[in-house]
């Protein structure tokens, strides 16, 4: 089954404590991107990868990294978060070539509470 | 900045009334244009989608969206809604010169009273 896999699906910390979020699809989509949903704010995008080593910065990168080693992992990682980081995240990936017709898939998403 | 608004953060709605969701870009140029559904606790899925044609395209569950250039708008329709379409709604936008990049809209939570 076709499907992009976030984990962990709920996670609580505190501020200052490093955290990586794991993403990963099996569909060998090229473009894979990370987004944050807040409240009336609809879905931003944090960071996007257009194949493995090429990440690029969203609209919201601050506080963020990311990395692509292999195709099919995308992981975000919080080097040091703090509470305005509480949020609601997802992972996304789709193919390249086609432009923006090739339909999107996105994970189950990941509730982050920073205290 | 190309924006993507939707004017309607909540709506509440009795089962059988009609719905329709705003959707408005600022891009001039072509784009393409998505409509996603998320059920509370589950992900976005894919409700509908244009990339150029017939501008009333129809989508999964009973949904349509309607495509004005002139107004630059892409709103969501369905002529009679079930409790089951309590979620959240959003609109997408891509330009298309604008490879991957798509800019969602703020979201319109929908509730459907039975």
């Known amino acids: 089954e076709a499907q992009v896999t976030q984990n962990p699906r709920y996670l609580i910390t505190v501020t200052g404590k490093k955290l990586t979020v794991t993403c990963s699809q099996n569909?060998?989509?090229?473009?894979m991107s990370w987004y944050r949903q807040d409240p009336g704010l609809g879905l931003r995008q944090i960071y996007y990868?257009?194949?493995?080593?090429?990440?690029d910065k969203g609209d919201v990168p601050e506080g963020y990294k990311v990395s692509r080693k292999e195709k099919r992992n995308f992981p975000l990682i919080l080097e040091s978060p703090s509470p305005n980081q509480t949020s609601l995240y997802f992972c996304a990936s789709r193919k390249t070539g086609g432009g923006g017709k090739n339909i999107q898939y996105f994970g189950a998403g990941t509730r982050l509470s920073v205290l | 900045a190309q924006s993507v608004s939707q004017h309607n953060h909540h709506v509440i709605l009795s089962e059988a009334a009609s719905l329709e969701l705003g959707c408005n870009y600022s891009y001039g140029g072509t784009v393409n244009l998505f409509w996603y559904v998320q059920y509370p606790g589950q992900h976005l899925q894919l409700l509908l989608k244009?990339?150029?044609?017939?501008?009333l395209v129809k989508g999964i569950k009973g949904f349509e969206a309607e495509f004005i250039k002139s107004k630059f708008s892409f709103n969501l329709r369905k002529p009679s809604v079930q409790w089951s379409d309590t979620a959240e709604y959003f609109c997408a936008v891509n330009p298309d010169n604008a490879g991957n990049m798509l800019t969602f809209g703020g979201g319109t939570r929908l509730m459907v009273k039975p």
């Open positions: 244009y990339f150029s044609g017939d501008p």
């Open positions: 990868s257009m194949n493995v080593e090429v990440t």
């Open positions: 569909m060998n989509h090229e473009y």
